[in-house]
């Protein structure tokens, strides 16, 4: 499903944050990631998802080398990064926005995933009335 081979990644030339890391992970297979704080797992993630390239090594999904990345894999970074002057529907109403979608039209399919995810009675509160994993559920 997901496979790495020597990736190496530098912010800059002289100190790479990690080199030649290689690992494979097979469909169903449950993954942790430990390291102390600045070893590189965030990093490892966004070169996972496409958002920063490896300045060596391959990353192959599902067998495949897709170049891009981005919108072929998700991660959940540890700060939700929802906005904070907007509340938890009007910030489930963002990649909407982005896309030039109509908003309006999705808001029952949105009420029903806040819902779903136990959001339902805060949909109006801002994030700094949440609770750490209530915001994730709603940046989710």
């Known amino acids: 499903m997901l496979a790495i081979d020597e990736l190496t990644y530098s912010f ?9 890391i ?3 992970v097979k469909a169903g297979e449950f993954v942790s990631v430990i ?3 600045g070893s590189g797992k ?7 998802a496409g958002l ?16 891009n990345r981005l919108g072929k894999v998700g991660y959940m970074p540890q700060k939700d990064l929802l906005i904070p002057w907007r509340s938890v529907l009007d910030n489930c109403f963002l990649p ?8 309006q039209q999705r808001i029952p399919e949105i009420r029903e995933w806040l819902e779903r995810f136990g959001l ?4 109006q509160a801002y994030p700094d009335e949440l ?3 209530m915001r994730q559920r709603a940046a989710f």
């Open 12 to 20: 800059d030339t002289a100190r790479p944050i990690f080199q030649k």
């Open 22 to 24: 290689s690992l494979e």
């Open 35 to 37: 390291g102390a704080s």
């Open 42 to 48: 965030s990093t490892l993630f966004k070169l996972i």
């Open 52 to 67: 920063i390239e490896p300045g060596a090594g391959e990353i192959r999904i599902h067998g495949e080398n897709p170049g």
């Open 96 to 103: 909407l926005e982005i896309a030039k979608e109509n908003k």
């Open 120 to 123: 339902a009675a805060v949909e």
């Open 131 to 133: 609770s750490g994993g």
